[in-house]
């Protein structure tokens, strides 16, 4: 399955885990990433070990619309054009109502939804001409916000629209889908073992998840669900059975 593949936000964490997969599956891999230098050309290097010139890093700020169309032109010359866009950088922190500034609404939309947006948009006709896909990094608390996390929440939400209505707009050339995570990775904020425990207790597996159950469900919607597009997988292991 040899495909060209943009990942945002993929110098760790899930993302990284992500490009791992697809470098696995023979796709050659665009990294993004805003400030995590070190982890990227690390990664970077990994892969283009594994096979020569199959990886290639670049930096950006994707509230920056300007640095968004610079990753998109990158996206569109490298390896001959780009087919698959993975939507994963995200800003994540808690905000209390009352005290949310224009600088955390702005984070957090621009990250997790405008930035998203305005790729989709700026690589549209190279993932037409190339019948590519889209996947989304969304969030299972898109569907029920998380308490504390209101501005989080509803750019979640607002990704998991721009999902089913991209759909609609780039079909049949581009198939869009995502995927919803839950207690996957802890968040990189303090927890403590007790929030964990109850979280967990919330979850019909009583176990967290691992980047490789989110890695191999984007996988299957770039590589398997050719008859797939509007959909969002939740790999939350029950989680939202327990609202």
Not at 197 to 219: F, Y
Request: aromatic share 6%.
């Amino acid at each position: 399955m040899q495909r060209n593949v943009l990942i945002t936000g993929a110098a760790k964490r899930i993302g990284a885990t992500i490009a791992k997969q697809l470098h696995r599956e023979d796709c050659n891999i665009l990294l993004h990433y805003r400030s995590s230098a070190q982890d990227a050309l690390a990664l970077c290097g990994e892969l283009n070990r594994l096979r020569p010139d199959s990886a290639m890093a670049m930096q950006a700020d994707l509230l920056n619309l300007n640095e968004v169309e610079a990753i998109a032109f990158a996206a569109k010359k490298a390896w001959g054009g780009i087919d698959v866009l993975i939507n994963n950088a995200s800003a994540f922190y808690p905000t209390t109502m009352g005290e949310v500034t224009m600088q955390q609404w702005d984070e957090l939309i621009g990250s997790n939804l405008k930035a998203p947006f305005f790729l989709a948009q700026s690589l549209m006709d190279t993932l037409k001409a190339r019948q590519g896909c889209i996947v989304n990094i969304v969030d299972i608390h898109a569907e029920r916000g998380l308490p504390g996390f209101s501005v989080y929440s509803i750019a979640k939400a607002g990704l998991a629209a721009m999902t089913r209505i991209l759909a609609k707009e780039l079909g049949p050339e581009v198939r869009v889908n995502g995927v919803a995570p839950g207690a996957i990775i802890w968040p990189e904020h303090d927890i403590s073992e007790q929030d964990k425990r109850e979280i967990l207790q919330r979850v019909a597996l009583r176990c967290s998840g691992e980047p490789d159950d989110i890695a191999k469900a984007v996988l299957f919607l770039v590589r398997d669900a050719g008859y797939m597009t509007g959909q969002i997988l939740t790999v939350d292991g029950g989680r939202t059975l327990f609202y």
